[in-house]
């Protein structure tokens, strides 16, 4: 992850949302972090998993566990995207 001296923008958390919103409506979406064109040779999957946690756990959290997503991790013209699906329960 990023250092923790940079300050924080809220710009992640505003994608997290987007994605959240995006899934409630749609049922899918693909979306990456402003880090991937920021730091294009620092992103590794880890951190995209990362992202892919703190999503599916916001979903949870705001759904009362009622709804879970998984993100599957592909590249499109070589920028890493994430293409995030709702669980059907």
């Known amino acids: 992850m ?49 992202f892919i946690k703190r999503v599916n756990h916001r979903l949870q959290h705001q759904t009362n566990g009622y709804k879970s997503c998984k993100g599957e991790i592909k590249k499109v013209d070589d920028i890493k995207v994430i293409h995030f699906k709702l669980n059907q329960k």
């Not at 693909?30 to 995209?48: A, G, M, Q, S, W």
């Open 2 to 50: 990023m250092s923790k001296e940079i300050r924080q923008s809220g710009r992640t958390t505003r994608i997290i949302d987007f994605t959240i919103e995006q899934l409630c409506s749609v049922g899918e979406c693909i979306v990456t972090d402003h880090i991937v064109f920021e730091y294009p040779n620092k992103v590794t999957h880890r951190y995209l998993k990362e």
